[in-house]
């Protein structure tokens, strides 16, 4: 059970380029969600969704996109990457349940130059 | 709005020693808790929760916190630190409106002195 894979796990972006961070999922959990870590900022959430074909912005939106096309796949795409998106990403997913805990991939480490 | 807060950045204690890192939280219901470990380089593992009852809950390693309401705190304990233990602590509440988001605090890095 492969649990909540991201790739890639590490990244060098130049500024202006785009890309699209890849989460997925095998735990047929309808609630996934972006996070950036950053030095004494704990997490901070950038997009989240409730099911497919439904998300919302969570804290630190700007300079992001999601979508979520089916159950298992959330994908993070920067359009424009920037010095301030340098930083490390988390996708989580977790069941419908509201007890149940986030699951956690083991992160993207982005840096913009 | 809810948040939490980790008063401390960084803790060092000496291995064999108790532990307590603070957690406190602004939330208007009874709050869904959470306590992650973080090691360096990889990602969170949930080491316990709270939603109801009794409110001294267990969790994995050794770990253990307690849910107050009077003091909005939940505070993760450990009897006897083990150098593995050194790693990234966070608290967590979960949103009221059941959309799976999580309300971190800023983390207490945890060092171990031999």
């Known amino acids: 059970n492969a649990g909540v894979t991201q790739t890639p796990k590490f990244q060098v972006l130049k500024t202006g380029q785009s890309m699209t961070l890849q989460c997925a999922q095998d735990m047929n959990h309808e609630y996934m969600s972006w996070y950036r870590q950053d030095p004494g900022m704990g997490l901070r959430l950038i997009h989240y969704s409730v099911g497919a074909g439904i998300t919302d912005q969570g804290e630190v939106p700007n300079g992001y996109n999601v979508s979520r096309s089916t159950t298992e796949d959330f994908p993070l795409r920067l359009l424009s990457a920037a010095p301030s998106q340098t930083s490390v990403y988390f996708c989580?997913?977790?069941?419908?349940?509201?007890?149940?805990?986030?699951?956690f991939g083991n992160g993207t480490r982005l840096t913009v130059t | 709005a809810q948040s939490v807060t980790q008063p401390d950045i960084h803790i060092t204690v000496s291995e064999g020693a108790s532990l307590e890192l603070r957690c406190n939280y602004s939330y208007g219901a009874t709050p869904y808790l959470f306590w992650y470990v973080q090691s360096p380089g990889q990602g969170l593992q949930l080491l316990l929760k709270y939603f109801s009852g009794d409110t001294l809950v267990q969790g994995i390693k050794g770990f253990e916190a307690e849910f107050k309401r009077s003091q909005s705190s939940f505070n993760l304990r450990k009897p006897s630190v083990h150098w593995s233990d050194a790693a990234e602590y966070f608290c967590?509440?979960?949103?009221?409106?059941?959309?799976?988001?999580?309300?971190f605090g800023q983390g207490t890095t945890l060092q171990v002195k031999p």
């Open positions: 989580a997913s977790r069941s419908g349940d509201r007890d149940s805990p986030l699951h």
């Open positions: 967590a509440v979960g949103d009221s409106g059941n959309t799976g988001k999580l309300i």
